[in-house]
């Protein structure tokens, strides 16, 4: 007999892309490795003669812009938000656009920014999911909706994007299950006033979307992340779907709720007391592990599985989510382009040499107001 | 001795001895369908026996077998004919109409039988017609196979339901007479049983109470018979309902077996979690949706959508990652 859940363990999100929290972190961590060693292997390859190597090499190596494996996430997720309103103004679906969102992250756990700017995988990710997801958008009409592409510098990553999938391009959704259950509430409470039941669902939908710029895509299952989303928006709905979906009488739910708040208070206490969520997550598994050789049977077991998962996964919806602002994207991006391109961190270097060199002359000078001069001009240097 | 007209054979008369129904009236004659020329039964014995000769008539010269010798049915021996071709034309072409999804397909059909039995039994393209015969049935051989089992089978239901029936109805016949007997015989009795008891003059005023009592009894015993009759009756109903039922659960178990394949071999048959009632959904949005032409032009049917959003939602739902990926 295959359930659905055996169907779901065989699709390729669950084999490939779903993955435990610290499991998550190492390969973002890896590819921040890779990004730098990249990085390294550049500065060298730089012709010695030039004065702007010549200026990288007199400082030391720890002191270069690197890109740390949390700007990473920031500056992706950024870009995440730019491809969906992109995908806004091609009128994509949701569909489409979580797909392209979806590339876009795994894309940045294979590889790093350093490497490759996520503003081109960008445009590639959102045009390779509007074909996946059946919303075809010509490359030509494309490429001339976007400023300074051309078919070609879109297409160029495509196949490097498919790899980098490892040609998994299916993506489950939790659009999909939310509108599943909006179902089945409907035909298992039908008492429930059907116009809650819609704003819930509505301000579930939104939050589904919100989920999509966190890491919940990765340690969730759709399903799961549906009933999250559902759940913060409207608690006692989805408590009370839940406890007759799996055969809960009344009393004992209430029990079980309470337990489970317990369960709850502890687990943010540890959340809390460790520093971040690595060691945290190491705590999680081996708690749970003791549970692990008797699989739950019950229902109230059953029950209290999924609203843990469930809480879990409000957690993260609630506290993990990576919104960096203008400025700092802009500072994250231009440590970009210093990868990127080592020659304009040198340039850069060498004015900041002349500014101080003229600075200090300025300085000796005047005597005077020299700290406030100095603060001046490295601000022109940043934003230029 | 008068020579005899080969070509008009009197009625009752064999022409190869020359014996008629007059002399010996248990005279019997045999036809064989390669010629269809009246051969008597003690001919055909004397003649055929020590295995094919040729067919005694005149400028027929046809190779008969004593094995293919059968009794005449139709006095004209056209109509033999007809039957003996239509039979065999029959046995290859032997789809039903329910085999066709249009009528118009199954006249079609019945149509080109018509047209091959009429060309055999008049010897028109002959030799085209049968071969176009035997490459249908080369053609069609499972399929012919197949509905000559099925015919077969409907034949053996009917033979049992006919059986059944005789049964029921000599039972039937057996109680009503046993009524018809009963009562007179009780008629009978009562009769005697009145006389005699008005005779005792002990029990004269009780007279009309002894008539009374005594069709009361005559009554009970009729209605016991009654009963017996409608239980038969039922029980035959009951009996008849199980043979035709039988062949219907037949055919149920065949088509289960034709289930679409799945590459799980069917073994996704699993219960599933959710229970799909499309007329309890209300969704305005949808429905709207279901009205628009260019949807419904598409194919596109809300009832497949419910079932892949419910679907959906309960795949993956009691996976939980954190766990199964922990090693």
């Known amino acids: ?384 | 001795m008068v020579e005899l007209d080969w070509n008009n054979v009197p009625k009752d008369m064999c022409p190869v001895c020359k014996t008629d129904k007059y002399l010996s009236p248990e005279i019997q004659f045999k036809i064989n369908p390669e010629c269809y020329h009246k051969i008597c039964d003690a001919c055909v014995d004397r003649i055929f026996s020590l295995g094919p000769s040729p067919c005694p008539y005149p400028n027929c010269g046809k190779i008969l077998r004593k094995n293919k010798f059968k009794t005449q049915v139709f006095d004209d021996l056209e109509v033999e004919k007809e039957c003996d071709i239509r039979r065999r034309v029959l046995n290859i072409y032997n789809k039903k109409e329910a085999d066709f999804p249009l009528t118009d397909d199954y006249n079609s059909y019945q149509e080109e039988i018509e047209d091959i039995v009429y060309k055999l039994l008049h010897k028109i393209d002959v030799e085209k017609t049968e071969e176009q015969l035997k490459e249908y049935s080369i053609a069609n051989k499972q399929s012919i196979r197949m509905n000559n089992a099925r015919s077969d089978q409907e034949y053996e239901k009917f033979i049992r339901l006919q059986k059944l029936e005789k049964q029921y109805k000599s039972q039937r016949n057996r109680l009503n007479r046993q009524i018809i007997h009963e009562q007179a015989n009780l008629k009978n009795l009562e009769k005697m049983k009145t006389i005699d008891e008005l005779q005792q003059p002990s029990e004269e005023k009780n007279s009309e109470a002894v008539i009374k009592s005594v069709k009361e009894s005559m009554k009970n015993r009729s209605n016991k018979y009654k009963k017996q009759l409608v239980e038969l009756e039922n029980k035959y109903l009951k009996q008849r309902e199980i043979i035709i039922k039988n062949q219907q659960i037949n055919s149920k178990k065949k088509k289960e077996v034709k289930i679409p394949f799945t590459p799980f071999n069917g073994d996704r048959m699993i219960p599933m979690p959710y229970r799909l009632e499309p007329n309890r959904y209300k969704d305005p949005y949808m429905e709207k949706m279901v009205d628009d032409v260019q949807f419904m032009a598409g194919g596109y049917k809300l009832d497949l959508y419910y079932e892949r959003s419910l679907n959906e939602a309960f795949t993956g739902l009691n996976c939980y990652i954190e766990e199964e990926k922990a090693n």
């Open chain 1, 1 to 384: 007999m295959i359930s659905n859940d055996d169907l779901y363990r065989r699709s390729t999100q669950y084999r490939y892309w779903s993955f435990t929290r610290s499991k998550l972190e190492d390969l973002r961590i890896l590819a921040n490795k890779k990004g730098i060693d990249f990085t390294k292997r550049r500065l060298q390859d730089l012709d010695p003669d030039l004065p702007e190597t010549k200026a990288i090499k007199e400082i030391n190596i720890s002191d270069y812009p690197f890109v740390t494996s949390d700007e990473e996430l920031k500056i992706v997720t950024y870009y995440a938000r730019k491809c969906k309103d992109l995908a806004k103004f091609f009128h994509l679906p949701s569909q489409a656009r979580a797909t392209a969102i979806m590339y876009l992250y795994k894309f940045y756990l294979a590889h790093s920014v350093m490497v490759y700017h996520p503003q081109y995988i960008m445009y590639t990710c959102l045009f390779l999911a509007a074909k996946v997801e059946n919303s075809f958008i010509g490359i030509n009409n494309f490429s001339k909706a976007i400023p300074k592409t051309t078919p070609d510098s879109i297409l160029q990553y495509e196949y490097l994007i498919l790899q980098s999938l490892r040609f998994s391009l299916r993506c489950h959704h939790p659009y999909q299950p939310l509108y599943g259950f909006y179902l089945d509430i409907q035909e298992l409470l039908p008492k429930v006033d059907f116009k809650r039941l819609g704003r819930s669902c509505d301000s579930a939908r939104e939050l589904v979307n919100e989920s999509l710029f966190t890491n919940v895509p990765f340690l969730f299952t759709p399903p799961q992340v549906a009933l999250a989303c559902l759940w913060k928006s409207d608690a006692v709905l989805v408590e009370r779907y839940l406890a007759k979906k799996l055969g809960l009488k009344r009393k004992q739910i209430k029990s079980e709720m309470e337990t489970i708040r317990e369960e709850e208070v502890k687990e943010e206490s540890t959340d809390e007391s460790t520093v971040e969520s690595t060691q945290a997550s190491q705590q999680q598994p081996a708690g749970e592990s003791s549970d692990h050789p008797s699989p739950p049977s019950s229902p109230q077991q059953n029950f209290d599985k999924l609203m843990l998962t469930i809480r879990k996964c409000v957690d993260m919806l609630e506290h993990n989510t990576m919104n960096p602002s203008m400025e700092e994207a802009k500072h994250i991006s231009s440590k970009i382009r210093f990868c990127l391109e080592p020659l304009r961190y040198g340039k850069k270097l060498i004015k900041q040499k002349i500014a101080t060199a003229a600075l200090v002359e300025s300085a000796n000078a005047k005597r005077s107001n020299s700290s406030e001069l100095e603060s001046e001009p490295k601000k022109q240097r940043i934003s230029g």
